[in-house]
């Protein structure tokens, strides 16, 4: 007679990935890769999802509800479902509390269905990150399974929520305008992509503004910080050999400073005429808007939001 065996957990797809979110004092600004592993195959998927709630051709009014969901897991499936529900459930909150409250008990309600469903071991492992601007004001939350927990300053998951961890202990503040925190997200994920296994492909980025209009940051603008983040981030790691060598005399020092800001200066202009391309690439084949004028992110400028719809 042979003794029976335990049983194993079947093979999945492992949570290789890289997500993040930053609060700020403006709003939050939430982040993630798009690689996906299976076996030794890795193809490219969006793992981050911007949702307004909103009527078709409007913008995301200061006052509406919009959501980012930013997700890891060993099942993709599991995972959609959950916040496609998570979604469709929310969009009757009447107020920030009521929808962040909406969205914790169906991530609760779809695991404890989700136990009755999968023998036990098989449950799907999910980390979710998600964030909620309503009535001019954003909330950020970290989920682990049926855990939900709100968040006040960052937040990370995956294979790279390590490497996210190490960097936010290290540049995070509360004082850090959205601005800034876009800049983080940008060189998380450049640095997770760089140096953490299993992270890669295209780098997402979303902002739920307090006031003013939220969305996706278009790719060719991410491209062009990403880019920038990656040369500085060498020179940066350079100059630590000169800060320290303290046999250098003071005016070799200041002319190698002089060198490094201008290089610097160099590839700030480079990067701002790249995105000018793109935008006037994208003006040329769809038309000129009616005003015309984004900001720094591709959103519409407050005075062009209230003429045209925005693209989100």
């Not at 195959?41 to 999802?49: D, F, I, Q």
């Not at 136990?115 to 071991?121: A, D, E, R």
């Amino acid at each position: 007679m042979i003794a029976d065996k335990p049983i194993k957990e079947w093979p999945q797809r492992k949570a290789v990935t890289i997500v993040a979110g930053f609060k700020s004092w403006e709003g939050l600004v939430l982040c993630a890769d798009t690689q996906e592993t299976i076996g030794d195959a890795k193809r490219h998927v969006p793992k981050l999802r911007f949702e307004p709630r909103e009527k078709a051709g409007d913008g995301v009014a200061p006052d509406e509800l919009a959501v980012v969901f930013c997700g890891a897991t060993n099942d993709g499936v599991f995972l959609d479902e959950m916040v496609d529900r998570a979604w469709i459930e929310v969009q009757d909150a009447t107020s920030l509390d009521e929808a962040c409250d909406s969205i914790r008990q169906t991530i609760k309600g779809y695991y404890r269905e989700a136990t009755g469903l999968y023998q036990p071991g098989y449950v799907p492992r999910t980390e979710l990150i998600f964030g909620v601007k309503m009535h001019r004001a954003s909330r950020l939350f970290y989920s682990l399974g049926p855990a939900v927990t709100e968040r006040d300053t960052y937040s990370s998951g995956g294979v790279g929520g390590y490497m996210a961890d190490f960097l936010a202990s290290r540049m995070y503040s509360n004082v850090l305008g959205l601005r800034e925190c876009v800049i983080l997200a940008a060189y998380t994920l450049f640095q997770a992509k760089e140096h953490v296994e299993g992270c890669g492909g295209e780098s997402h980025i979303a902002i739920l503004r307090n006031d003013g209009l939220s969305g996706s940051v278009n790719w060719y603008r991410i491209e062009a910080l990403t880019e920038l983040l990656k040369v500085s981030d060498t020179t940066a790691g350079n100059m630590l050999f000169h800060v320290a060598d303290l046999r250098s005399s003071k005016e070799d020092f200041r002319q190698l400073l002089d060198g490094v800001v201008a290089e610097l200066e160099s590839l700030r202009d480079r990067s701002k005429q790249d995105i000018q391309f793109h935008v006037n690439m994208l003006k040329a084949f769809y038309g000129e808007r009616e005003t015309g004028d984004e900001d720094e992110y591709g959103f519409p400028t407050p005075s062009a939001s209230q003429k045209s719809t925005p693209e989100q």
